[in-house]
């Protein structure tokens, strides 16, 4: 142990020796770009918990009023609004509208003058909504939470988006720095600085930048200044720094090196993984456990990064579900889907392809919008796809998902119930939505062991889809035992690693082509299918 280190000190003493300048620029440069970026980082997240604190207030003095007025524009209605604005620093006004705009009173009884500047979006986890406006003359954008109060009336708070003002936020910042806001679909708010020099940065030119998500709201904000500015403001410690190399042992530079080398990058960027397409479908075939014929496919995600690396979907999912990037993911999925199998959709016109949503889909309309703008005039007929939302969630909104289940239907696509008996719901839940197929989770599958003639628990799910008229779709498939069973009890469709895991759309096609071709022949699949037939 002595003689390696001490071997460590005389390379250390030999690099000091003959390049004492590029040792103090080295830990110098890197001293500077964590700790400014550290800086970048608590500014930016100072401003999303500002957001998220604003929001939060803004919220519970809502609901204040809506608690404590029974009816709208009333007196004392007017008063709990006066009250909650005296109260707080951020409330600004209270509106009372109808869903057309059309405004009925205020907590001032004066006509509110506001601009939308982006659209009415849900906020994860909570009923109402959010929307950033133009309020009056208020140089800062303002958020406006609404609340439905019945079918024809909604009610509204203002609050700037911060407390201070742009020019404020301009006076804080470095020479060439900037902030922004943004929505997390790219939609700006309020941009601070210049941001073009980051938006257009080149490898030679080294910004320090940071990013921060304000919660459950769609928003995020960045920050970003030149890394030659912030490095020339520590010029002074040049001096102190090198003469520190020169005295300072090898001890004090190993420990100094692994603190520049301790990495506070994100796990993952997400949201720019999903710009570069490293979002990949891959294709789970489901096999008709008597035919042995390829009846369609899961489209499955994964995060194929730059350096070869797969993430796996439970890394990043809940994380996509909760920053709302959950929709921007699917768009790009099914933008790729379209893509790689509109040939082998043409060729086999009753193929299924299966699609997984998110409980957000169902609170944004657009998915109807969004499925009819893809697929449209498309070699995939929408008859072709199935839309999978998962049971573990419950969907918040049943109205407005019963609305986006009727308009994928009205599509001609269908719904498949995902996670069966893992969640919240019930038989009557499952009616009140319309599923067309019933997808039985790994976990009940997996109680079928050799021998066993009875697994109550997943025969009592086989018999509730039964009564309910719908398909029924086992996963997690693995065993021969497993696919006799079920085969047996009346499911005829199955995927799971038995058949295939999920592939490639290069293997998928030349597996899904290759079975039309030859009519399934039934050796294809493997001696399971045979036996169960």
């Known amino acids: 142990m002595q003689w390696r280190y001490s071997h460590i000190l005389m390379l250390v003493g030999a690099i000091l020796a003959f390049l004492p300048i590029f040792g103090v620029d080295y830990l110098l440069d890197n001293y500077v770009r964590e700790r400014e970026k550290n800086n970048v980082q608590q500014a930016v997240s100072s401003i999303t918990s500002q957001i998220e604190h604003v929001a939060d207030s803004s919220i519970a003095s809502l609901r204040t009023i809506i608690a404590e007025s029974p009816s709208l524009c009333t007196p004392t209605f007017v008063a709990n609004a006066q009250r909650e604005i005296e109260g707080s620093l951020n409330l600004k006004q209270v509106l009372v509208e109808n869903s057309d705009g059309v405004q009925y009173c ?33 140089s800062m954008p303002a958020l406006k939470i609404t609340q439905t109060f019945s079918q024809s009336r909604r009610i509204s708070v203002f609050m700037p988006l911060l407390g201070q003002g742009a020019e404020t936020l301009s006076n804080d910042l470095k020479p060439a720095a900037m902030v922004r806001v943004v929505l997390t679909n790219g939609t700006p708010i309020l941009t601070v ?6 938006d257009r940065r080149s490898t030679s030119t080294e910004f320090v930048s940071g990013v921060s998500f304000a919660g459950v709201l769609p928003l995020r904000a960045e920050a970003a200044v030149p890394f030659a500015i912030v490095r020339a403001g520590y010029a002074d410690l040049d001096v102190g720094f090198t003469i520190i190399a020169c005295i300072m042992s090898g001890s004090f530079l190993i420990l100094a090196l692994k603190y520049v080398r301790r990495s506070k990058v994100p796990a993952f960027d997400l949201e720019r993984a999903i710009a570069r397409g490293e979002l990949k479908p891959y294709y789970q075939p489901v096999i008709n456990l008597k035919t042995g014929a390829l009846e369609g496919c899961e489209v499955l995600c994964r995060w194929e990064k730059r350096n070869g690396e797969v ?8 994380y996509a579900e909760v920053t709302g990037l959950a929709i921007p993911m699917t768009l790009s999925l099914m933008e790729q889907v379209k893509v790689d199998l509109q040939d082998v959709c043409l060729r086999m016109p009753t193929m299924k392809i299966a699609i997984n949503l998110f409980e957000g889909h ?3 309309g657009a998915i109807v919008e969004d499925v009819e703008a893809i697929f449209g005039g498309t070699n995939i007929n929408f008859r072709q796809l199935v839309f999978e939302i998962t049971e573990r969630r419950p969907l918040a ?3 407005q998902a019963l609305s986006v289940i009727s308009g994928l239907h009205a599509l001609g696509a269908r719904l498949a119930m995902d996670d069966v ?13 319309g599923v067309d197929i019933i997808k039985i989770d790994r976990v009940f599958v997996n109680m079928i062991q050799d021998g066993i003639t009875q697994v109550p628990v997943l025969d009592g799910l ?18 021969e035992a497993q696919a006799i069973y079920l085969r047996a009890h009346g499911v005829t469709q199955a995927q799971g ?3 295939a895991p999920a592939l490639k759309v290069g293997a998928f096609k030349e597996l899904a082509l290759a079975l039309h071709a030859t009519q399934v022949p039934r050796q294809r699949i493997g001696a399971v299918i045979e036996q169960a037939a």
């Open 311 to 318: 993430v796996p979907p439970g890394a990043f999912i809940d």
């Open 106 to 138: 205020d907590a001032f009884g004066r006509q509110v003058a506001y601009s939308p500047i982006s659209e009415n979006l849900p906020i994860p986890g909570h009923t109402e909504t959010i929307t950033v406006v133009k309020l009056g003359d208020l």
């Open 362 to 364: 169902f609170r944004d």
């Open 497 to 499: 690693f038995i058949f």
């Open 462 to 479: 086989i018999t509730m889809a039964q009564k309910l008229g719908t398909e029924v779709v086992a996963e997690g498939v693995e065993t």
């Open 193 to 198: 600085g210049d941001p073009q020099p980051f």
């Open 397 to 399: 909104n049943s109205t």
């Open 421 to 433: 008996g893992t969640g919240h719901s019930n038989l009557e839940y499952i009616q009140t939505l």
